[in-house]
């Protein structure tokens, strides 16, 4: 069967603060990861993801994800972040469907 | 380019009654899927069509739920008779190909509320 775990579901951090976000996942074939981001009062946008090549994939706005595949973790990442950042993120896995994880609820405070 | 349109944005409903979710995807994506957030729980997959063609039911709690695709555009998720544990978040998304392909575009959701 598949899975994906998050770890945390709050994650308070103050603004320019680095933070990490935990995210392993169980799979016995390839799959496809992602990460899903929901701001308030939105719906779910594509963050990065992870489909083949290099392990280090990185977003636009400076979030970045290593894919672990010893660890099996696809952990998100941000050296400094800020009060926009504030939102709802999901570890997703892909196979022929999305898997979603519980979410974590980044609150970046000032 | 718009993006995937759902509506109600929020619907409140008594246990018994009938509600109708609708999705519009994207033009042209001829994927559309359809997940659920019941409150305080995981974003679980309900079903995926491509085109008009139902290609995975499986996420599909019972048969109370009835989704159609209608000439493989836009596409509605009936619920009857709703009952409370129905409460919950429903999304619709849609891509041109399938996971892993194409990136999946929400919509922003149906809040369900079953009183």
């Known amino acids: 069967a598949q899975s994906v775990t998050q770890l945390d579901s709050q994650v308070p951090v103050f603004e320019e603060a680095p933070v990490e976000l935990r995210c392993n996942y169980s799979?016995?074939?390839?799959?496809?990861l992602f990460w899903y981001v929901q701001y308030p009062n939105q719906g779910l946008q594509l963050l990065l993801k992870?489909?083949?090549?290099?392990?280090l994939v990185e977003s636009i706005n400076g979030f970045e994800a290593e894919f672990n595949k010893s660890q099996t973790s696809f952990h998100l990442r941000k050296p400094s972040v800020h009060i926009s950042d504030t939102a709802e993120y999901f570890c997703?896995?892909?196979?022929?469907?999305?898997?979603f994880g519980t979410g974590t609820r980044l609150q970046v405070f000032p | 380019e718009a993006g995937v349109t759902q509506f109600p944005s929020h619907s409140v409903i008594e246990k018994g009654q009938t509600v109708t979710l609708r999705c519009d995807p994207i033009?042209?994506?001829?994927?559309l899927y359809w997940y659920r957030r019941v409150m305080g729980k995981e974003i679980k997959f309900l079903l995926h069509?491509?085109?008009?063609?139902?290609?995975?039911e499986s996420g599909m709690p019972n048969n109370r739920f009835l989704a159609e695709r209608t000439g493989g555009t836009y596409s509605t998720l009936k619920v009857q008779p709703a009952e409370l544990e129905d409460s919950g978040v429903y999304f619709c998304?849609?891509?041109?190909?399938?996971?892993?392909?194409?990136?999946?575009?929400f919509g922003n959701g149906t809040r369900l509320t079953v009183t």
């Open positions: 069509f491509v085109k008009e063609s139902k290609q995975d």
């Open positions: 799979s016995s074939v390839s799959v496809y």
């Open positions: 033009s042209g994506h001829d994927n």
């Open positions: 997703v896995l892909g196979a022929d469907k999305l898997i």
């Open positions: 992870y489909l083949s090549g290099s392990t």
């Open positions: 998304a849609s891509s041109q190909a399938g996971v892993g392909n194409s990136p999946l575009h």
